[in-house]
């Protein structure tokens, strides 16, 4: 099932919302001081790709840095993918296909706007895994 409904939203969602990512990562990437927001927006931009069958767990030891960089990422770039994830899920929410779609699109709102200091991981392995 899992499977099935990462390909529905790859193609009714998936690849514009990652394009969205993808593009605020390569902007990202453009100055060196913003280098980790960047590759904070190509590790999600995977993430939105495929996200059924993956969760977003806090970062064990993220500290006052990855506080200061979300707010600055925040202003930036996160208001802006939020924004994004709502205007792609209320036409989700139309169909009854779309619900869980769009329930999942609201679901990456929290990540898109405070990305550092979390970490993607499949949802069958263990939270206790995650802590190293």
Do not use: Q
Request: with cysteine; glycine share 10%; aromatic share 12%.
């Amino acid at each position: 099932m899992k499977t099935l409904l990462n390909i529905i939203w790859l193609f009714f969602a998936g690849a514009w919302l990652a394009l969205g990512y993808v593009v605020a990562g390569i902007i990202c990437c453009l100055l060196v001081v913003t280098i980790p927001f960047g590759i904070a927006s190509f590790r999600i931009a995977g993430y939105v790709l495929w996200p059924f069958g993956r969760t977003v767990v806090d970062k064990p030891g993220a500290g006052a840095w990855s506080t200061l960089g979300n707010v600055i990422w925040l202003v930036v770039a996160g208001v802006w993918l939020a924004i994004g994830h709502v205007l792609t899920a209320i036409p989700l929410f139309v169909s009854i296909i779309g619900i869980p779609m769009g329930i999942a699109n609201l679901k990456l709102i929290p990540i898109s706007l405070l990305p550092l200091g979390k970490e993607i991981i499949p949802t069958d392995r263990p939270f206790a895994e995650s802590v190293r």
